[in-house]
């Protein structure tokens, strides 16, 4: 399996940018499927986004539409979050998975079967 670090969260006032890294190891990162989950306080890990293989396909909760943008650079085995216009709900702990195969959806944390270890991300008002 891919082995996933994140790194870039911090502490930002409302309506600032965050960009956030994953590091995968190994040399078949090109053949993960990559996604953003996030998770708050006392609630339930959710989707962010979702990028394909090749970067063609991308999928984004509703609630980061237009605000978030999933990339990733296969030649330096990294997949990105760009996060601008933040929100105090943004507030959570964000982590990185990603899993091999075809994948249909937006999908849920059950369809990924390797994580990072999480970076938090703070959004003050």
Same mark, same amino acid.
């Given at each position: 399996?891919?082995?996933?670090?994140?790194?870039?969260?911090g502490l930002v006032q409302?309506?600032?940018?965050?960009?956030? %890294? =994953? @590091?995968?190891?190994?040399?078949? %990162?090109?053949?993960?499927?990559?996604? !953003? %989950?996030?998770?708050?306080?006392?609630?339930?890990?959710?989707? &962010?986004?979702?990028?394909? +293989?090749?970067?063609?396909?991308?999928?984004? @909760?509703?609630? &980061?539409?237009?605000?978030? #943008?999933?990339?990733?650079?296969?030649?330096?085995?990294?997949?990105?979050?760009?996060?601008?216009?933040?929100?105090?709900?943004?507030t959570a702990v964000y982590? =990185?998975a990603a899993r091999l195969? +075809?994948? %249909?959806?937006?999908?849920?944390?059950?369809?990924? #079967?390797? !994580?990072?270890?999480? #970076?938090? +991300? #703070?959004?003050?008002?």
């Open positions: 399996q891919v082995q996933l670090v994140e790194s870039g969260g409302a309506g600032d940018s965050l960009r956030l %890294f =994953c @590091a995968a190891s190994g040399r078949t %990162f090109s053949r993960y499927g990559m996604a !953003w %989950f996030r998770q708050a306080p006392g609630k339930e890990r959710e989707f &962010v986004a979702r990028i394909s +293989v090749s970067g063609g396909t991308i999928y984004y @909760a509703d609630s &980061v539409k237009g605000r978030f #943008t999933i990339s990733r650079d296969n030649a330096k085995n990294t997949v990105y979050l760009q996060m601008n216009s933040l929100k105090p709900e943004d982590y =990185c195969g +075809v994948l %249909f959806g937006r999908g849920s944390p059950d369809d990924f #079967t390797s !994580w990072g270890q999480g #970076t938090q +991300v #703070t959004v003050s008002s």
